[in-house]
């Protein structure tokens, strides 16, 4: 369908211009010919978009029973502006949605409306809400395939699996429920992938440089149980500078 619009823009473009029957306007007639093929191609990308190949995923679906709290999206359920690195070239300036609960990147058919999901494989990483995203394949029995926010990198990565999990609870008016935030965070050093949590296991981890560490922490009064992701992302910041 699309490739038969594209003939027939082309075949108005060309029937556009006026006929000269001389030979003295011939170059200039090719002039206006090879003009209006190269408007023509440029109106077919415009309606179809040049980043069409970005529409090939299958369609989404998904409503979550009526009776939960929130969404089970990445900060917002709304569509944002952001950008992609998909197939090797980056997409920038395209409507993004981030779905933590199946793990998967979002956007909307320009002319369809409809929601579709971005082909994984072809996903490299992708940048929304102010974080970028990584894709990770398998790597160790620690970390599973999906994207990861990369919140530092240097001599030490930190990276978040972001997702949510869906609480439910029977009451007397029925059930009840919430999408509640259960993030994840690694550590990468020395090529490999470390789960933390608390204090104790970043301070492992980063072990060569414990004693610095620690009284950085307790200089900076970091509380990993009521800001984990802050308080794990400057220690791996303060880290690499101790290994510059």
Not at 116 to 142: H, M
Not at 234 to 239: L, T
Request: no cysteine; proline share 2%; aromatic share 14%.
């Amino acid at each position: 369908m699309q490739k038969g619009l594209f003939i027939l823009a082309i075949a108005l473009a060309l029937f556009s211009w006026p006929f000269v029957a001389s030979s003295q306007a011939h170059l200039a007639d090719t002039s206006f010919v090879e003009q209006a093929v190269a408007d023509a191609v440029q109106s077919y990308k415009n309606s179809t978009g040049v980043q069409s190949h970005l529409y090939t995923g299958s369609e989404y679906y998904y409503i979550p029973d009526s009776y939960l709290d929130g969404h089970q999206f990445f900060k917002s359920k709304i569509f944002s502006t952001g950008s992609v690195q998909y197939d090797g070239v980056w997409y920038r300036g395209i409507p993004l949605l981030y779905d933590v609960v199946v793990d998967e990147v979002l956007t909307t058919h320009p002319t369809s409306g409809y929601i579709l999901k971005l082909v994984k494989q072809k996903v490299r990483s992708f940048e929304l809400g102010g974080e970028t995203f990584i894709y990770l394949g398998a790597d160790s029995s620690v970390i599973q395939p999906g994207y990861y926010s990369l919140l530092h990198s240097g001599k030490v990565k930190v990276l978040a699996f972001r997702d949510k999990e869906v609480q439910e609870r029977t009451t007397t008016n029925g059930l009840e429920g919430e999408f509640r935030v259960t993030d994840k965070y690694y550590l990468y050093k020395d090529g490999s992938y470390h789960q933390v949590n608390k204090k104790r296991s970043v301070l492992n981890v980063l072990r060569d440089e414990k004693k610095q560490l620690n009284r950085f922490i307790r200089d900076n009064n970091l509380k990993f149980r009521k800001q984990k992701e802050a308080a794990i992302t400057k220690v791996a910041q303060y880290y690499d500078t101790l290994k510059n």
